[in-house]
């Protein structure tokens, strides 16, 4: 039986990579854009890979579009929650457009779709959820504290989530990436950028396919006695 997944932020950075490795590994996958058109039909045009358009922010917006996934591809055995943006700043500067935009795309979506997904999960008896933290959300980070408070409230809803769903076979589990060589660093300054290498033992930034394959691992029929876990991805640069 070929099991269908759903990327959130599927066409771009790690969320490009996570699809690409989910289909490679033989799943039905489709991926979820807000807004960057060109770069989700390029996507499309050069996998295959359906893409589906909606704010991840937006209950019912996320309710509609995952009815419409399921038309199309079938019932949702696999969720990746990987949409997230930046707006940082100093707290004392921060307006609540800042901290509000980030919470409700980061964290709120990971509500929104798991609310729309996890009641099929449960009545089929199986279920791969996975939420993408990040390093940020474990250590904090100067200038990110809707970002941090956001990745950090993902791993209280892991695992919490994933007591609900044990008995059901439905695992949740999040994954907390290091500093990925992705377009969300392409705005670094030279200067910083290599003030963050540094502080990496293994000495570079990490990749979006080294994320992509902690996913595939963890969404396979084989991992279910994986629960409530986070894995981090940061080449040591935490522990």
């Given at each position: 039986m070929t099991r269908t997944a759903l990327v959130t932020g599927g066409t771009r950075g790690i969320g490009k990579a996570v699809s690409l490795a989910l289909q490679a590994a033989g799943y039905r996958v489709g991926a979820v854009y807000r807004s960057n058109t060109d770069a989700a039909q390029t996507f499309q045009k050069m996998t295959s890979v359906p893409v589906f358009q909606w704010d991840v922010a937006d209950f019912e917006a996320c309710r509609s579009g995952?009815?419409?996934?399921?038309?199309?591809?079938?019932?949702?055995?696999?969720?990746?929650?990987?949409?997230?943006?930046?707006?940082?700043?100093?707290?004392?500067?921060?307006?609540?457009?800042?901290?509000?935009?980030?919470?409700?795309?980061?964290?709120?979506?990971?509500?929104?779709?798991?609310?729309?997904?996890?009641?099929?999960?449960?009545?089929?008896?199986?279920?791969?959820?996975?939420?993408?933290?990040s390093i940020n959300g474990e250590k904090g980070q100067l200038g990110q504290t809707n970002y941090a408070?956001?990745?950090?409230?993902?791993?209280?809803?892991?695992?919490?989530?994933?007591?609900?769903?044990?008995?059901?076979?439905?695992?949740?589990?999040?994954?907390?990436?290091?500093?990925?060589?992705?377009?969300?660093?392409?705005?670094?300054?030279?200067?910083?950028?290599?003030?963050?290498?540094?502080s990496i033992p293994v000495g570079r930034l990490g990749t979006a396919e080294e994320v992509a394959r902690m996913v595939a691992f963890l969404v396979a029929d084989e991992a279910g006695f994986i629960t409530g876990a986070t894995f981090d991805i940061n080449g040591g640069q935490h522990m």
């Open positions: 995952v009815a419409q996934v399921e038309q199309q591809l079938g019932p949702i055995d696999i969720l990746v929650n990987n949409a997230g943006i930046t707006r940082d700043g100093f707290l004392h500067k921060m307006d609540a457009d800042q901290w509000w935009r980030v919470m409700n795309t980061n964290l709120g979506s990971v509500f929104n779709m798991s609310r729309h997904v996890i009641e099929g999960m449960r009545e089929r008896g199986f279920g791969r959820i996975v939420n993408i933290s408070a956001a990745k950090a409230g993902i791993l209280g809803f892991t695992k919490s989530l994933a007591l609900e769903g044990a008995r059901k076979n439905v695992t949740v589990n999040a994954i907390a990436p290091g500093y990925c060589d992705t377009d969300m660093m392409a705005s670094v300054p030279e200067q910083t950028l290599q003030a963050i290498i540094a």
